[in-house]
């Protein structure tokens, strides 16, 4: 089993930067593909960007591509997305989520944290 917290959210203005931060617990940890996803007020939950287990594998959303990015260090159980750029279409409810299976669908992923709020103001 997974733990998930995230950290990192706030209030930023457009164009500006936050650096996402998921803390796992569990000696699994390594095992698991990771993804962050995201999710406005009235909107259904959106695929960000996953990672491999092993980190060299990568995939964003066309929305973030370029200027999200994600990566992860095994060696302290964490992943991390890098966030450039930020545009109000931005804010939302960001979540880290682990899966054994990956890819770009909420379904896939079996563990979820509580999630961090990122605001983007115009």
């Known amino acids: 089993q997974v733990q998930l917290v995230e950290s990192g959210g706030g209030l930023v203005r457009t164009g500006g930067s936050l650096r996402l931060s998921c803390a796992a617990s569990?000696?699994?940890?390594?095992?698991?593909?990771m993804g962050w996803f995201r999710q406005a007020p009235g909107k259904e939950r959106e695929f960000v960007a996953t990672i491999s287990w092993s980190g060299g594998i990568t995939s964003h959303a066309d929305s973030v591509k370029g200027r999200f990015t994600i990566s992860r260090d095994n060696a302290k159980n964490m992943v991390y997305l890098q966030m450039n750029s930020l545009k109000p279409e931005d804010t939302a409810v960001y979540y880290c989520a682990a899966g054994l299976g990956g890819g770009t669908e909420a379904a896939r992923f079996d563990y979820w944290g509580q999630g961090t709020q990122v605001t983007v103001s115009s």
């Open positions: 569990g000696r699994t940890f390594r095992s698991y593909a």
